[in-house]
């Protein structure tokens, strides 16, 4: 395994499906192809991926999701009891559909091509949810890897959906005792397998605060039953440490961001991160992988008194423009976030991914692999600055 050096340069996880990628992923859902056929494609894409990271300079590197759906969406493969559907199928499930489509519209959301992972039936593993990823990226690269997985609360709520999931399961507590469980049997595997980043994503904690109270998430259609955003975010945690407990010998992080789905700055949501952090900072995780390049995610100065705390995975660029981000302004704000944090807390990342959704990349492998060399540029002159 590499060292770590000072300003450790890594993504979020997710990269730009190709075309035929794309193409064979659809096939492959609709029985149209082998899930051996397939992965001989998205092997070679994963290569790709993995080069284009260690060429732009990454120190940690993932699989790009090249095999996922989305971030989160693809666990139907590895577990029983779930089915892959669309958001516009959902919409027949839905209190008020028409509200939900008027929601959708405005958040640029494509009804048709985002899918979530729904629970039908009793959930039970299959295999586990990434350890193949970890193997194959093994045999290709002597950098350190991260993996990222849906958390327990991102998993829960977005695949618990009342008029289906109420027929197995109770409530979303009832079924979080199942994901709480598979969970932890798979953080185990993959630290025994040699792991060196695990990444829980948790996404929709900003809806609990920022959206609006009526707003209905296309990635968590439970959200609408949701209780007071404080209990919500302290579900969050105790999901989070019940995963983790008498864990360790892995190093983990929890991602919140404020949505990548579109390039429409305006229909992601706004606001610092100064309402989540108490219950963030409780979270037996080393670190928080965070949206920090846009106004969007308000001023750094609420890290204030939680200074060195946990380790921050500082977002530095912005994956959704075709602007590459100058190597001096990610400088700045990493010495910015200095104030709060010591330079070996500090790894940076970009806000997000750069493939969230296999239909709705938000960038293409060109700029992500420029957007990458300007934060491994900026972190050699950060580590010649502070190392």
Partial sequence: MADTPLFPVTTVGSWPRSTSLIRALRA????????????RLADQEVISCIRSQEEAGVDIVTDGEQRRDNFYSYVVDKLAGM???????????????????????????????????????????????????????????????????????????????????????????????????????????????GCDFIQFDEPILSQTVFGEESTETFMCAALPQRRDPTEELEFAVRLMNETMEGISGIRTGVHVCRGNWSRKEDV?????????????????????????????????????????????????????????????????????????????????????????????????????EKKLQAMSEAAVILRAEFG
């Fill in 28 to 39: 492959k859902q609709n029985g149209e192809m082998s899930d051996s056929e397939f992965n």
């Fill in 83 to 193: 089915q892959l559907m669309k958001v516009s199928d959902l919409l027949d499930y839905a209190n008020d559909r028409a509200r939900m489509e008027e929601v959708l519209r405005a958040l640029d959301v494509p009804a048709f091509a985002i899918k979530s992972p729904i629970v039908v039936d009793k959930l039970g593993k299959k295999e586990g949810l990434s350890l193949d990823e970890l193997a194959f990226m093994k045999e290709q690269t002597d950098r350190q890897i991260k993996i990222p997985i849906p958390g327990p609360y991102m998993l829960t709520r977005s695949s618990w959906f009342e008029g289906l999931s109420d027929k197995v399961y109770e409530s979303a507590e009832e079924l979080s005792k199942d994901v709480v469980a598979i969970l932890r049997e798979e953080v185990l595997a993959l630290r025994d397998m």
């Fill in 268 to 368: 992601l949501l706004v606001g610092n991160y100064g309402p989540m952090l108490p219950h963030l900072m409780q979270m037996n995780i080393d670190q928080l992988v965070l949206e920090c390049a846009t106004p969007r995610a308000g001023e750094m100065e609420v890290f204030k008194e939680y200074t060195n705390e946990k380790e921050i995975g500082l977002g530095v660029v912005n994956p959704r423009t075709d602007e590459i981000e100058p190597v001096e302004d990610i400088v700045a704000r990493v010495r910015d976030i200095l104030q709060y944090f010591s330079p070996d807390k500090v790894y940076l990342n970009p806000d997000c991914g750069f493939g969230t959704f296999a239909e709705r990349n938000v960038n293409t492998p060109e700029i992500a």
